[in-house]
């Protein structure tokens, strides 16, 4: 069955810091852009970062730039989004998504592959 997961979240203190996975299972990500969603409670989901397929483009959302950093390993089959100097407003459900187009930017309608999220929270 074809399927991503996301795992590493959990409760973190401001400024702290997390590493998000999202691992293929039963395709390879070889040929998928990838990118990293979130929502909170009582918002919409957002986008958040996007990696192309062969890993040299690189997108993100104007609130995350310069804290959070996508990477992939298709090697592994995995894709990472580190994420530095948290703050309370990063509390959400993240999710990763694959995408056929392969690029950099994400879309309405991205994702042909999603996993089923792993919760961030940000709190002291």
């Known amino acids: 069955q074809l399927q991503l997961v996301e795992s590493g979240g959990g409760l973190v203190q401001p400024g702290g810091s997390l590493r998000l996975s999202c691992a293929a299972s039963?395709?390879?990500?070889?040929?998928?852009?990838i990118g990293w969603f979130r929502q909170a409670p009582g918002k919409e989901r957002e986008g958040v970062s996007c990696?192309?397929?062969?890993?040299?483009?690189?997108n993100y959302a104007g609130s995350v730039k310069g804290r959070f950093i996508i990477s992939r390993d298709n090697a592994k089959n995995t894709v990472y989004l580190q994420m530095n100097s948290l703050k309370p407003e990063d509390t959400a459900v993240y999710y990763c998504?694959?995408?056929?187009?392969?690029?950099?930017?994400?879309?309405?309608?991205?994702?042909?592959?999603w996993g089923q999220g792993t919760q961030v929270t940000v709190s002291s």
């Open positions: 039963g395709f390879t990500l070889d040929y998928y852009a």
């Open positions: 990696i192309s397929s062969s890993g040299g483009s690189t």
């Open positions: 998504a694959a995408d056929r187009r392969r690029g950099s930017s994400w879309y309405e309608g991205y994702g042909d592959y």
